[in-house]
């Protein structure tokens, strides 16, 4: 637990940096080079981006199954793994909606309520404490949402790592393109993600009593021992 604290705050650090630096540096760059390349102009960018939605509201379900699944004495290691996932994706739902708040930060454009932006009013930067659907960008709860998710898969799935990596990279790229978000939103969404994934699926995977998980060697089940203290 010591060993998890410690590359959190590792991984909180450097995003800190990233942060500072896209904001300085990158985050204008990058909203007028998807500008001027006519990035929007590409509508599948817009659905790609959209896939963390469809997660989000597949969770009350996801509950419901699970819920008449254990009164019915069913009950197993994919069963944790959707337990694990749908509980990372609330918390992360409710954290991100709270840093939203206390950072209030300008959308690179104008989506909701006549909303300041970059690209419209030149509007640029934080409004500490700000509420209002025109302060949302920071962090990005898309990316956020997905990264829990996938951080969920890669712990309880170990071969489809690969995979969650490129859902992950194709979220961001719909949100780079369609200039949604802010560099630096997606960094910090993506941390939190991470930070939040991987917590409940330690937690979760530290526990018994919910089936018996498959061997490390199909593929289907958490890291064996040997693979956990490379990664401690």
């Not at 590359?7 to 800190?16: F, P, S, Y």
């Not at 960018?45 to 997660?55: G, K, N, S, T």
């Not at 998980?213 to 890291?223: E, K």
């Amino acid at each position: 637990m010591k060993g998890m604290l410690y590359r959190h705050l590792l991984l909180i650090m450097i995003t800190t940096v990233l942060v500072i630096i896209c904001y300085h540096w990158v985050d204008k760059a990058v909203v007028y080079y998807a500008v001027n390349h006519h990035l929007p102009d590409y509508r599948l960018l817009h659905h790609i981006q959209r896939l963390p939605e469809l997660f989000i509201v597949l969770v009350p379900l996801g509950y419901l199954i699970l819920l008449i699944r254990w009164h019915y004495g069913y009950g197993n290691y994919h069963d944790k793994f959707a337990l694990s996932i749908m509980t990372a994706l609330l918390i992360t739902v409710a954290f991100t909606d709270e840093l939203k708040f206390i950072f209030g930060r300008y959308w690179p454009n104008t989506y909701v309520e006549d909303n300041l932006s970059l690209l419209r009013n030149g509007a640029y930067g934080f409004n500490w404490f700000h509420s209002g659907k025109g302060y949302r960008s920071f962090p990005s709860g898309h990316t956020a949402t997905i990264f829990a998710a996938m951080t969920v898969v890669g712990w309880f799935y170990p071969k489809m790592r690969f995979l969650a990596i490129i859902v992950c990279s194709l979220v961001i790229l719909g949100l780079i393109g369609m200039h949604y978000h802010f560099v630096s939103d997606i960094i910090a969404g993506a941390c939190l993600g991470t930070l939040i994934g991987d917590a409940v699926s330690r937690i979760s995977l530290s526990e018994r009593g919910i089936g018996e998980a498959p061997s490390p060697s199909s593929g289907l089940g958490p890291p064996s021992p040997a693979s956990r203290r490379r990664q401690q």
